[in-house]
């Protein structure tokens, strides 16, 4: 089992930034990847980010691309999205969750955090 806990989140004014943290505990040595998503009100979930669980490797979505970027300490087994120069339609519950198994399938979820942008 992996158990991921989300903070940071909360509310912050358009043009402001944010860091949200995915702090990851029980098998971490099973995990091999970490993303990032969220989740507006009545939309469907959308992938933020993801990084390896090395730290090497990263990737942002297109729509947080130049403002969200994702990184790793190691020694803390946490996860770290900086979000900058936040929108209004960054407004979101943001979760994070562990990649263990199969390439792409996100098999842990942590509890998700919100973050709230006024405009």
């Known amino acids: 089992q992996v158990q991921l806990v989300e903070s940071g989140g909360g509310l912050v004014q358009a043009g402001g930034s944010l860091r949200l943290s995915c702090a990851a505990s029980g098998r971490t040595f099973s995990i091999y990847a970490m993303g990032w998503f969220r989740q507006a009100a009545g939309k469907e979930r959308e992938f933020v980010g993801v990084?390896?669980?090395?730290?090497?490797?990263?990737y942002v979505a297109d729509s947080v691309k130049g403002r969200f970027t994702i990184s790793r300490d190691n020694a803390k087994n946490t996860v770290y999205l900086q979000m900058n120069s936040l929108k209004f339609e960054d407004t979101a519950v943001y979760s994070c969750a562990a990649q263990t198994g199969t390439a792409g399938k996100y098999d842990y979820w942590g509890q998700g955090t919100q973050v709230t942008v006024s405009s």
């Open positions: 990084i390896s669980w090395s730290g090497r490797n990263t």
